[in-house]
């Protein structure tokens, strides 16, 4: 007689159990007949700028067009005008500072007043905190004995200043000027605004203002907040930089890494491709600076124990766009950019490439193992294109796995056509893409269960569940989403001698400025939030088994005629622990008889890690950021067969150590 399991937990978010009558359901694990291993890298995450995930999100700069290179070279920036003050702002690019970014301001003052100068708006505001400091710096420099002095001031949104310093000495020659502002006050949409004390002309160039808190204070640093909710997701790797970014809307407009790395000024500015893909959420305002580039990515993989995972152009333009092709005659330069990128990330700092790495403060390789050949192409264009790039990698380096696309949809006439010839070719890993209703996620979470175990393996690259539709802006990120999401996460799991990689897209959104809903995690200026998904992947990704258990449900309850209970078993090899995920996808509890085979009892420390909420619309947001999220209580459970309620719409992880 299976012992029923009795545990009082009051909050609603949390596993339900309670003593009950025989289940009708019943899951087996044989923890005796170990099945295939999980990839190390099967949970991860995907970079892409996007909702201005780097430049007024990720990359800590709060000044937008620092270095006035936009095609509207004033955008961003006003004319201040105090006391009677007069002037006139020009955009120049006569012996700049930097011929990388050759265009920079005059401040001309006629008339001194109460100050002439400039106001830069931020992005969307500039997120301020009371008792921090922000280092703020400019290069600038006197014309014909010009003013020698600037006022910099930080001033909250009705005008209010809440830092100020003053810089002095400038020359007839550039100069960077520098200073640290302790801030009076916290503002959500603060201004920076540089002052022009006395008359005659001045040039400005390459302003910027980051807090001094960046993550590990880092200059040229990253949002510390934003990189912890990416540590916390203990990712296994992380895909970057994009995204349909890689591609450009044509090939003069792609990602180049060569272009991102060296010192910022160094970095050649280009307009965002999300800049007015959609006309219901332009965004004229959105370019890269690449202040966030190719070395910083490999940084952070560092920092938060990812794999890298870069992704190059194949000399494919996007084909949702212009789809330019690159002849093939002239495909050498891009491969030559993949295995230059190689010796950047992975090359003594002696090479060519890995110099440059070690200039950069790294002299130890990045040991990069993976490389994504084409974001999201398709059509016999691509398997030319990326045939071309794997006999010319794998003879250099069949060290490193490529990865290469299945077009932008997991079963239409472009997937049939991609994935036969790139099992022909070889591939090592093919991406797959799914953005679709929650009803496909959990119908298909037995959608590998069916692939050839001998051809190339998966990255689900891209997917999340759309509560209304793909790229509409009405799309939530709720509960039912997130569920969904993990239901087929089990099926993922439950594959894992042919799913090696996943990945949610896109990774962040700024609330004041989304392209793309649903997103994993979502911030303003000063604050960020996990969004029910972001849950999810943290459950999954923070109870890694190393190897699959077979598990068996008997009995399965269903939902609309469906069976929508899922189940995974693994166990980690360090902890020694059994992993059982539990979704319940119905809309009543489900009592389960859980047996555990070729293990005779249980220690003591169990865990019940427990996602639930009894509305399928609830989210989390700025105000409620926890609404929806994991609760972890002991399990006291030490029999190795037991009866256990999963509470309806709900994601349960259990961590049982064997004592044995």
Request: glycine share 8%; hydrophobic share 40%.
């Amino acid at each position: 007689m299976k012992k029923p399991f009795s545990l009082a937990i009051l909050t609603a978010s949390t596993l339900w159990l309670a003593a009950a009558a025989e289940p009708a359901i019943t899951l087996t694990i044989d923890t005796g007949k170990p099945g295939p291993k999980i990839s190390p890298v099967m949970w991860g995450v995907f970079f892409e700028d996007i909702n201005f995930g780097a430049d007024g999100g990720l990359y800590a700069e709060l000044v937008k067009n620092r270095s006035f290179e936009f095609p509207n070279g004033l955008m961003a920036w006003s004319q201040i005008e105090r006391g009677g003050a007069a002037g006139s702002l020009e955009i120049r690019d006569q012996e700049p500072f930097h011929t990388a970014n050759p265009h920079y301001l005059r401040i001309r003052v006629d008339n001194a007043g109460a100050g002439f100068g400039v106001s830069n708006e931020g992005f969307h505001g500039m997120g301020l905190r009371e008792g921090a400091t922000y280092n703020f710096s400019a290069q600038a420099r006197t014309v014909e004995g010009g003013p020698r002095t600037l006022r910099v001031e930080l001033v909250t949104s009705d005008g209010r200043t809440i830092a100020s310093a003053k810089l002095d000495g400038l020359t007839g020659q550039w100069k960077k000027l520098s200073t640290t502002l302790r801030v009076g006050a916290t503002e959500a949409k603060a201004r920076l605004n540089v002052i022009v004390e006395g008359r005659g002309a001045l040039d400005l160039d390459w302003v910027s203002l980051f807090p001094a808190q960046t993550w590990k204070n880092r200059p040229n640093g990253l949002r510390a907040d934003l990189v912890r909710m990416l540590a916390d997701l203990k990712p296994g790797f992380m895909r970057f930089p994009g995204g349909c970014i890689v591609e450009g809307r044509d090939l003069g407009k792609r990602y180049q890494w060569k272009t991102t790395i060296g010192a910022p000024e160094e970095r050649r500015l280009i307009i965002n491709r999300w800049n007015d893909e959609f006309k219901h959420r332009p965004a004229p305002d959105y370019f890269q600076s690449f202040g966030l580039g190719f070395y910083e990515f490999f940084l952070l993989c560092e920092d938060i124990g990812a794999e890298p995972l870069p992704i190059l152009n194949c000399g494919m333009a996007c084909q949702f766009n212009s789809g330019e092709l690159a002849p093939l005659d002239q495909l050498d330069p891009y491969i030559q950019d993949a295995l230059d990128l190689i010796e950047f990330a992975n090359g003594s700092a002696t090479s060519t490439w890995g110099a440059k790495r070690a200039a950069m403060g790294h002299p130890a390789p990045f040991n990069m193992k993976l490389l994504g050949v084409g974001n999201e192409q398709w059509g016999p264009q691509y398997i030319e294109r990326y045939a071309a790039f794997a006999k010319a990698l794998k003879a250099k380096h069949p060290e490193i796995k490529l990865v290469s696309s299945a077009g932008p949809s997991p079963a239409d006439d472009r997937f049939n056509f991609l994935w036969p010839q790139l099992r022909e070719l070889k591939a090592d890993i093919v991406d797959e893409h799914c953005y679709a209703r929650p009803d496909w996620f959990l119908d298909n979470a037995a959608r590998y269960d069916k692939y050839d175990r001998s051809g190339p393996k998966v990255f689900m690259g891209e997917y999340a569940a759309q509560s209304v539709k793909t790229v509409s802006p009405d799309n939530r990120n709720n509960w039912e989403c997130a569920l969904a999401e993990a239901a087929y996460m089990i099926g993922l799991e439950r594959n894992a001698d042919v799913v090696v990689m996943s990945s949610y897209a896109p990774l962040f959104g700024h609330v004041d400025g989304w392209q793309w809903t649903p997103n994993l995690i979502w911030c303003d200026n000063l604050s960020v939030y996990g969004t029910p998904s972001y849950y999810v992947q943290q459950m999954f990704s923070r109870n890694r088994g190393d190897v699959l258990l077979p598990a068996q449900i008997s009995g399965q309850p269903e939902a609309d005629g469906k069976s929508r209970l899922y189940a995974t078993a693994s166990r980690d090899a360090t902890a020694g622990d059994i992993i059982l995920k539990v979704v319940n996808a119905t809309a009543q509890p489900v009592w389960v008889a859980v047996q555990l085979q070729g293990v005779s009892q249980l220690k003591t420390g169990a865990t019940a890690t427990v996602l639930a909420s009894a509305n399928l619309s609830d989210e989390t947001s700025l105000s409620e950021p926890k609404k929806v999220a994991p609760v972890r209580r002991p399990f006291n459970e030490t029999n190795v067969s037991f009866n256990c309620q999963f509470r309806a719409h709900s994601l349960a992880v259990l961590r049982l150590p064997p004592a044995q």
